[in-house]
């Protein structure tokens, strides 16, 4: 599950390293911070946050590649994370 926000984090290390994105809507580096406090505390609200900031970013870059995998990347973890909550594991 957390490999997932593990892939989210390379593909923000891209982002940030290219002047190719739109990032005006988005602070990326508050996206990567809230990622990794994701990581050692998985807290729902953090989550519905994170889904809107990932949804936006995807949504200001026309839905490229690497945001687009982003998103997927984020909708993996949140179903695995639902899984794990009905199973009573998290």
Known sequence: MLEHLDNIIKDINIIKDSNNYNLENVDINYLKNKINDLKDNINL??????????????????????????????????????????????
């Not at 690497?66 to 990347?73: A, G, M, Q």
């Open 45 to 90: 609200e953090t989550v519905k946050e994170l889904a809107n900031i990932i949804y936006q970013l995807n949504i200001d870059n026309t839905f490229s590649e690497l945001t687009d995998h982003i998103s997927n990347e984020f909708y993996a973890f949140e179903f695995l994370l639902e899984q794990k909550i009905k199973e009573g594991k998290v």
